[in-house]
């Protein structure tokens, strides 16, 4: 009898089922516990790579922060340096050699000795780097913050701000550089600068960034070897599931983690990770909308609130219409627009209308400048005194994007073109995508008038807001002013913290006077945890410790 | 038969070297680059210049073509600009999550489409055609990831049947050989991870099958109606065959034709529909992460993946046209 079609496939079906089953090695440890030590948390998107030596994206410095630690670290919850891998620093009298008191008897992962040594042989890496390493999307935020490389093989990079770093005994080392700089210390707890395993970078060929130019490899210890020193150990990195799984260091030298084991998953959808929180699939996620704060509160979620350390502002570019250069029509446009009704209605709760470019939570803000009061009738009366009654200002706001500061560019720009509108300004609409048109539309060229942008701080010093800002002529704002760009200089290089924090206070006041755009608000972003998670703190720099997250028993 | 493959492959060629031409101006032509991707708030206009000297962006965009055609021929397709990773690397470790999610969608489609279509067909005008053939309707009108949202609502937040997102729970732990989860559960004998996979599947791929289920039960009912009313199945009957094989050996069988073209042509459509539902579910695909790299600039993973796609997508439809000759004995390809 002849088997008909139906059957035969099924046969076949099943015998190949029969075939594969077990044909492979299962290389699976037993299963990892009750459910009630790990933790999955809802991220928004991959980490692009686990060396933070290359990183600049959130994802990739979050895992870095449970992983690695630095030299000194924000205290917890807060943005002041305290002690990390370093329990003491000083700087010498000149304010260019720092000598670090290092910590003894920390281990790194791989089981070798963390010491001066090792601090050195991770400066000298980030300093001799070569070839591709020296590519700004490799090493962006060493070049961010230390300038250039020993030797520099672009004429375009800057010399390097670091000079050298000598192990003085097994737990002090010195780190000297070519001058005083506002960033030293506080920039050394950017997970940038965390310290790896001396032992493991050489073993996995750390710096062999290979390739070419338009080519760029990664060596493996960038993907799978991170070693470091913190409370967690990596474990996997799971690219097909989205997952990335660390474990406790059980030899960690501070407290232990209370969790065995820390799962970051990618949702990269807003709603999708809150319905997932429901669902019960993960016990937190970052990058909670606002509108979502609430509700989730009213569940009986953990919704956490980070102190605002961000700023969005409304930039004023005095190379695109003329008239913006002169000051009266930039006082009329902070008049014209009602910052508290857009605070009220459109951010967060929480959040504050911003009178200084960076936060109160920064040393140096400045409650005594000049301020813009909501005032349609004053901001005509100064347009017609500056002969700019009949003002059309293109006015470029992204679209498809939420930053920390900026939920709704949309919402927000909607409000703000009907106050200029009524203050008699004719606006024209320019939506971007956020990235890369918007951005390249508003930092380059002078096609643009009026843009939103913001920033979410590195580090609590003021120059890493408005020094990076206007500390010199940039295609944002379209304006030259040395008088201001000199104060700068004096407060970057300007040692002693109290001085320094003086002439930020100025420099507060002398950018509100010159008014180079209006600082609008400052938002304080949300991350969520289940019901029965408790033990982390909100960090304003975005750098939560997982190592103290428990399930309540 | 090998000729005729030989022949499609051939083919392959010159659309190949079309479609990479068009899509390398087209994708040099959108504003922006991936310097502005990668710096974000933080790039200057020199750490860009940079950046884009070093990707070759800033010379003719003919050179920067010849440059991909050499990778190409020697079957490398470069890395990725965002995660420095090998653009095949990333192919290999997301295409099967979307292999899975169409296969699972497709197995839906026709397992309920054809019987569904045959039925409706079978008693036209009844209760079960009107249902059917509503039902179809709104199964095409519905966007994808507003259904998908329901299933989730519904199935996952509120009766907890089924996860809501990603492809395995993470706690699992399931061992990797070849990126397709529930066939590395088998090969592995991880049964749980198998399972768990395949639970993972039966919410994106009910959202992901809705349109083609429709289409299918339609095309399916329209078919069998058409050749319900021809003069073999009248003598067939008239003859005395009994119901049963009438059905499986004469309606079904010259029904199929044009539902197994439309098979083909689904299956090469899904696999741009996943985009959505991928990125609604978290299910790592690559879809989710093409919409990513459009966003990103990230200009070799999206030529190398449309390329991929492109060369599946023929390969699919290959497939299907010699299908025919199983299916229609009278159909020889040549």
Redesign the interface.
């Known amino acids: 009898m002849r088997a008909s079609r139906p059957k035969v496939a099924i046969a076949a079906v099943a015998a190949a089922a029969l075939a594969v089953a077990g044909c492979a090695e299962s290389d699976r440890e037993g299963s990892g516990g009750s459910s009630k030590d790990t933790l999955v948390f809802g991220v928004a998107g991959d980490p692009k790579v686990l060396d933070p030596s290359f990183a600049s994206d959130g994802e990739s410095l979050r895992v870095a922060r449970q992983v690695f630690e630095t030299l000194v670290r924000p205290e917890e919850g807060g943005t002041k340096v305290s002690p990390g891998l370093a329990e003491t620093w000083q700087p010498d009298a000149a304010g260019t050699t720092w000598t670090f008191k290092l910590r003894s008897g920390v281990k790194f992962h791989d089981g070798t000795d963390f010491n001066a040594e090792a601090v050195c042989a991770n400066f000298d890496r980030w300093y001799n780097a070569k070839g591709l390493m020296q590519s700004p999307d490799v090493t962006a935020y060493w070049q961010d913050v230390m300038g250039g490389f020993a030797a520099n093989e672009d004429d375009t990079l800057p010399p390097s701000l670091f000079k050298s770093c000598t192990a003085t005994d097994a737990t002090t080392v010195a780190l000297a550089f070519t001058r005083v700089s506002s960033k030293i210390p506080a920039a050394l707890m950017l997970p940038s600068f965390s310290i790896h395993s001396p032992k493991a970078l050489e073993e996995h060929d750390a710096s062999n960034v290979s390739g070419s130019a338009d080519d760029i490899k990664y060596p493996v210890y960038a993907t799978e070897h991170p070693t470091g020193t913190g409370p967690f150990k990596f474990k996997s990195w799971d690219v097909p599931n989205k997952t990335l799984t660390l474990e406790r260091n059980e030899d960690y030298w501070g407290e232990k983690a209370k969790l065995k084991s820390l799962i970051f998953k990618t949702i990269s959808d807003e709603n999708a990770r809150k319905q997932e929180l429901r669902s019960g699939g993960i016990q937190g996620y970052d990058l909670v909308g606002p509108a979502d704060v609430e509700p989730l509160k009213g569940e009986g979620f953990n919704v956490l609130t980070r102190p605002a350390f961000n700023i969005l502002y409304l930039a004023i570019n005095q190379k695109g219409n003329p008239k913006l250069a002169d000051l009266k029509v930039r006082q009329a446009i902070a008049h014209a627009i009602n910052r508290q009704a857009l605070v009220d209605s459109k951010l967060p709760p929480g959040a504050q209308v911003a009178v200084n470019f960076f936060p109160d939570t920064v040393e140096g803000w400045n409650g005594d400048v000049t301020k813009y009061e909501y005032d349609v009738d004053k901001a005509k009366a100064l347009l017609a005194e500056a002969g700019a009654s009949d003002l059309t200002l293109r006015f470029h706001y992204p679209t498809e994007v939420t930053r920390p500061y900026m939920p709704n560019p949309k919402d927000l720009f909607e409000l703000l073109s009907a106050d200029l509108q009524a203050a008699g300004i004719k606006i024209e609409a320019i939506p971007l995508k956020w990235s890369p048109d918007f951005l390249n539309a508003t930092t380059s060229g002078n096609k643009h008038d009026l843009h939103f942008l913001g920033w979410t701080g590195d580090y609590g010093d003021g120059y890493n807001f408005i020094g990076t800002f206007f500390d010199r002529q940039k295609d944002e704002w379209g304006f030259n002013n040395p008088a201001l760009f000199e104060k700068f200089k004096q407060a970057d290089t300007t040692l002693d913290p109290a001085a320094r924090v003086a002439l930020y206070k100025e420099l507060n006041a002398d950018i509100m006077n010159f008014l180079p755009g209006v600082p609008v608000s400052h938002s304080p972003p949300a991350i969520v945890f289940g019901k029965d998670v408790t033990g982390v703190k909100a960090s304003p720099l975005t750098d939560e410790r997982f190592s103290t997250a428990q399930f309540k028993s | 038969m090998i000729r005729f493959i030989v022949r499609r492959l051939l083919q392959l060629i010159p659309t190949l070297f079309g479609l990479s031409l068009l899509l390398f101006i087209w994708l040099r032509r959108l504003?922006?680059?991936?310097?502005?991707?990668?710096?974000?708030?933080?790039?200057?206009?020199?750490?860009?210049?940079?950046?884009r000297?070093?990707?070759?962006l800033d010379e003719p965009i003919l050179i920067q073509y010849g440059?991909f055609l050499r990778?190409l021929i020697r079957l490398d397709l470069?890395?990725s600009?965002?995660?420095?990773?090998?653009v095949t690397t990333e192919f290999l470790?997301?295409f099967?999550?979307t292999v899975e999610l169409t296969v699972t969608a497709m197995v839906i489609a026709i397992g309920i489409g054809i019987p569904l279509g045959y039925l409706a067909a079978r008693r036209r005008g009844r209760l079960l055609d009107h249902l059917s053939v509503g039902g179809s309707l709104i199964g095409i009108c519905i966007p994808v990831f507003f259904l998908a949202?329901i299933l989730?609502?519904i199935f996952?937040?509120n009766l907890?049947w089924f996860?809501?997102?990603?492809?395995?729970d993470?706690?699992?732990?399931?061992?990797?050989?070849t990126?397709f989860?529930v066939?590395?559960g088998?090969?592995?004998?991880?049964w749980d991870a198998a399972a768990d996979a395949l639970w993972h599947l039966v919410l994106p791929g009910l959202a992901l099958a809705s349109i083609p289920l429709a289409i299918i039960v339609r095309i399916t009912r329209a078919s069998v109606l058409e050749v319900l009313n021809e003069d073999f199945v009248r003598t067939a009957e008239a003859k005395g065959l009994t119901e049963n094989v009438i059905r499986r050996r004469h309606v079904l069988r010259n029904a199929m034709l044009p539902v197994a073209t439309s098979i083909g042509l689904l299956t090469g459509g899904l696999l741009s529909g996943a985009v959505l539902t991928e990125?609604?579910?978290?299910f790592?695909g690559i879809g989710?992460f093409i919409a990513?790299s459009i966003?990103?600039?990230d200009y070799?993973v999206l030529m190398g993946f449309i390329m991929i796609i492109a060369v599946v997508y023929v390969l699919v439809n290959l497939i299907v046209d010699l299908s025919y000759s199983l299916i229609d004995p009278r159909v020889r390809v040549r």
């Open positions: 504003p922006g680059g991936p310097e502005t991707a990668i710096l974000g708030e933080r790039g200057t206009p020199e750490m860009r210049a940079a950046i000297h070093n990707l070759g440059r990778r470069g890395t600009i965002a995660t420095k990773r090998e470790q997301r099967p999550g949202y989730k609502a996952s937040e907890g996860p809501s997102s990603g492809r395995q993470p706690t699992i732990g399931a061992t990797r050989i990126n989860f066939l590395d088998l090969m592995t004998r991880e990125t609604v579910f978290a790592s989710a990513e966003s990103q600039r070799p």
